[in-house]
């Protein structure tokens, strides 16, 4: 599967951007997608995860109820959708695809993932 993020960009504190993944390759509805983020400095983190279906999401609770992960497996494409932002959420943020099926909390470790996008920027100024 291959990978491709976009959407990032530099914007205000409380302002939303809408990020986007989009996937090549195997069939994008077997696998299970994640959103993680890495600011400068840091280790990479999990954002979000969402089931093959969609039915299922999972959240760190940094960004619970700001973002809402979403994906349309007719499109090939997951998304992140942020709003309220901080400058805290300044990070490359990255997607992936998890092959792994079960307890979607498992999908918080990178170690589960066997596909990874480029990474986009999201900077938030104060």
């Known amino acids: 599967v291959q990978l491709q993020a976009s959407g990032g960009g530099l914007v205000q504190a409380g302002d939303f951007l809408k990020l986007s993944c989009a996937a090549s390759?195997?069939?994008?509805?077997?696998?299970?997608m994640g959103w993680f983020r890495q600011a400068p400095g840091k280790e990479r983190e999990f954002v979000a995860a969402?089931?093959?279906?969609?039915?299922?999401?999972y959240y760190a609770d940094s960004v619970k109820g700001r973002f809402t992960i979403s994906r349309d497996n007719a499109k090939n494409t997951v998304y992140l959708q942020m709003n309220s932002l901080k400058p805290e959420d300044t990070a490359v943020y990255y997607c992936?695809?998890?092959?792994?099926?079960?307890?979607?909390?498992?999908?918080?470790?990178?170690?589960?993932?066997?596909?990874w996008g480029q990474g986009t920027l999201v900077t938030v100024s104060s």
């Open positions: 992936a695809a998890s092959p792994v099926v079960g307890s979607i909390v498992v999908l918080t470790s990178t170690r589960k993932y066997a596909y």
């Open positions: 390759g195997r069939p994008f509805s077997t696998y299970a």
């Open positions: 969402i089931s093959w279906s969609g039915g299922t999401t």
